[in-house]
């Protein structure tokens, strides 16, 4: 085939884009999200100190961002949603659990341990080795 004729077969299969609904969608669920999380904030500081306050507060994120995705509704509302929902902390809950669900009966060290910690083995490695760069470039600008 042609490549003419592939763009022009290709063009008429396209699915629309919604990029404007998508970008509000992102911007309202993901806003949504940070309320929800500094309401809970400011419940807990009731009880607790500000920092375990936010401790515990991330901690519901990525426990709920885990059992929503074990129950199917994760997936359900970030389709809806976009990428509002992906919040760091939720979405990578939500790919540890995925993952760990999709090799469970491989068994609980090489099925879930394993699997779950190809993902994540390469998010730590990467937020370690950003991490130490931006210090040394945060410690070199401390010396001019």
Known sequence: MEQSRLNEFSSRHK???KKTRNAIMAFISGGL???LAQLIQDGLTMYFSKENATI???LLFILLAGVFTGF???DKMAKKTGAGFFVPI???SNAL???AMECKREGLIYGIGSNMFKLA???ITYGIVSAIVFSLIRYG???L
């Open 15 to 17: 699915i629309p884009q």
């Open 33 to 35: 999200m940070a309320v």
């Open 90 to 92: 939720t979405g990578f």
């Open 141 to 143: 600008i401390s010396l």
């Open 121 to 123: 083995g390469s998010v």
């Open 56 to 58: 515990l507060t991330i």
């Open 72 to 74: 199917g509704v994760y």
């Open 97 to 99: 659990t995925s993952s």
